[in-house]
């Protein structure tokens, strides 16, 4: 009889996971207003995404950069933020947190945001099944695609006339 074990493929437990991605986002001053967290929530709700982890943090003027309470941030005025208290996996480390203090400016507030994609779980697991493996991942900013396309509208245009 063959052992359980054997019959996993190389990923064990984690079959079922799907792609793991992180958001640093950036406010300016010591507070975000809470706006787009509703949407945040709606993702979560849907099934498309789970929240692993979720961290305030605060660049001083001086350079440091201090995680700071979820209950800190609510009671300054985003109270709809308190739906995340206690997101936290333990993934993000002290040394998370540094380097995402190397992107902000000084002054500011950024929440860290390390979240699954649950959509992606069955074609990812799909993939592992059948041997293929991710060789290449990125991201292309919104503002390149928006700028590619209006180049691509003018050199249309400019071929029609």
Not at 117 to 135: D, E, F, H, I, Q
């Amino acid at each position: 009889m063959s052992d359980e074990k054997d019959e996993l493929d190389e990923f064990g437990e984690f079959e079922d996971v799907g792609p793991i991605d992180y958001l640093v986002v950036e406010y300016p001053g010591t507070r975000p207003t809470g706006e787009a967290f509703p949407f945040l929530v709606d993702l979560v709700d849907r099934g498309l995404i789970r929240i692993l982890d979720l961290v305030f943090v605060r660049k001083d003027l001086d350079g440091s950069v201090v995680a700071v309470e979820l209950s800190d941030v609510t009671r300054e005025g985003a109270p709809e933020l308190a739906v995340f208290e206690g997101a936290s996996s333990g993934l993000l480390g002290q040394d998370d947190i540094d380097e995402a203090g190397t992107v902000l400016g000084p002054g500011s507030t950024a929440v860290i945001v390390m979240y699954e994609n649950v959509w992606a779980a069955p074609l990812a697991r799909a993939m592992r099944r059948s041997g293929a493996r991710l060789v290449a991942a990125g991201r292309i900013p919104v503002p390149d695609v928006v700028a590619a396309l209006d180049s691509l509208e003018a050199a249309g245009a400019g071929a029609r006339q």
